[in-house]
């Protein structure tokens, strides 16, 4: 067990899936100066409101060689019995793998994507499978990049790496598709910036070439709703309903170091373009936070 200290509700950067009916969320653990995190937890539910934190899954101090600091935004998918795990760590971008959705993660023991090795910060991944099965890692601060997943799950083919500038990308960026149509959402300004918050473009690609289409989310001061971004989306089984989990500031009392995640419906106009996402004031609720925790002051 983690003996970092953190507070019951403070997390962000969610990556929302779902494993065999059931969803899982993992986040960076949050409430510490200076996104100070060293391991990471999951939290799963039945209805995408009632959470249980089922505890830590992969502590870089005991289970990683070549990184000890910055446990940040993960991303998880499934494949062939297994579960992958993709993590922020020290401006690396790490892989591990377990049997199960909760863990314990074994890490790949070298990072997917090194610091350096690409434009940027190596950050934030996100994962994502397109319909012929082919499996793409994306990551990036400042540029956007895009690879194929080689069978292994567990490092990228070097010669695919496709990178994406625009002017308002920040980081976080996250691909889906739904019919023919490609969707690549991303983060824009800083967290700590009432106005962090989402954009969304469109291609005939996962590499696109890109159309950007605008903000999808932002935020609401009239409701105390600030900072909304760093997101995940995710279709829910046998439907063609959507959902979007996000980080925000705590409700009331949040900034970027103490930020909440909230989930909400995404619509899809007549012709296929996303509508922008009206945030609401409830939040996921943690209903089993593991311990110990420390509330921080």
Known sequence: ??????????????????????????????????????????????????????GEILNLDTDVAWADRFAWAPAATARNGNYYFYFSADDNIGAAVSTSPRGPFIDSGLPIVERGAHAGRAIDPSVFTDDDGTAYLLWGNGVAHVARLNPDMLSIDPTTVTSWEHPTFREAAH?????????????????????????????????????????????????????????????????????????????????????????????????????????????IRLTAPSLPITLDT
């Open 175 to 283: 691909l889906h598709r739904r019919g023919t149509r490609y969707y690549l959402t991303w983060s824009e300004n800083d967290t700590r910036d009432a106005e962090y918050r989402v954009r969304w473009a469109d291609g005939p690609s996962p590499t696109g070439p890109w159309n950007d289409r605008g903000v999808l989310l932002e935020q609401s001061p009239a409701r105390g709703i600030f900072a909304t971004g760093h997101h995940s989306i995710l279709r829910l089984p046998d439907s063609d309903d959507w959902v979007i989990a996000y980080h925000r500031f705590a409700i009331p009392d949040g900034d970027g170091y103490r930020r909440e995640i909230a989930i909400e419906p995404l619509h899809y106009s007549s012709d296929g373009d996303l509508e922008p996402v009206a945030p609401r004031i409830a939040s």
């Open 1 to 54: 067990m983690s003996a970092e200290q953190r507070h019951p509700r403070y997390f962000a950067d969610p990556a929302l899936t779902c494993f065999d009916g059931r969803f899982y969320l993992y986040p960076t653990t949050d409430g510490l100066a200076d996104w100070s995190s060293t391991s990471f937890r999951v939290l799963v539910s039945d209805d995408l409101m009632n959470w249980v934190d089922e």
